[in-house]
């Protein structure tokens, strides 16, 4: 069974391995490099990786998909849409789909995943990115707004990994109440609610110290890195230092 319960029908051995997702393709590739053979558009890490593109998360070329052969291709509940994976299944291509809004949860997810799905051994590295999170943060703690778009204004909203990423570095999301999970917020509204620290990654949307600081004036902002606040993966294994100094601003 993949995170949302339903079961895939995967091969004994796992050797070819299409993965729709750029945190899951980064996965894969620190544990299992010679297995993957096609990713996304959008799968930019590790730098080097060499394999077919299927395009977008949101539009993958179920062709080329399938022409790869994979024994299993990886996909998420909130990047992947399900028209496209129950087109794969129907092909026969078994298709296992990850669910992760928590810390904790990419932690079992990608255990689950690289080990169930892709047939191989735990990786180091997931050791080592669970051991960087292990400890509860304990000092002050501080409220924040996360914009990922502009034009219109869009914010990280409830359950998210994102936010949970900032509340265990002691950073509280002002709008983890909010019914939506992206909700779009007008401007005027963002900066009148104050909160102690604007949060600006440069992914989906690449804010800059010219493009987006200068909306929010007199409220603090931290730009930080979208991969290390929205991936779950090696990345982890660095992101907790990281994202901490980035954010003392």
Known sequence: MDDLGNPVPLPTHVERIVSLVPSLTESVAATLPE??????????????????????????????????????VLANEEENRVPDLDALREAGIPVWVTRIRTVD??????????????????????????????????????????????RPWMVVGRDTFTGDVLRRLGVDNLHEGHAERYPKIPLPDLVASAPDLVVLPDEPYRFTPDDGPEAFPGLPCALVSGRLLTWYGPSLTTAHPTLTRALQT
């Open 105 to 150: 949860e990419a932690f079992t997810s990608l255990d689950r995943m690289l080990r169930i799905a892709c047939r191989a051994p735990r990786p180091a590295w997931l050791d080592e990115a669970q051991a960087a999170w292990r400890e509860p943060w304990h000092g002050p703690r501080r409220t924040a707004i996360i914009p990922i778009w502009r």
């Open 35 to 72: 297995a993957l053979v096609g990713a996304t558009d959008w799968c930019t890490h590790p730098a080097d990786l060499s394999v077919t593109r299927v395009r977008g998360t949101k539009n993958p070329d179920l062709d080329a998909i399938k022409d790869l052969k994979p024994d299993v």
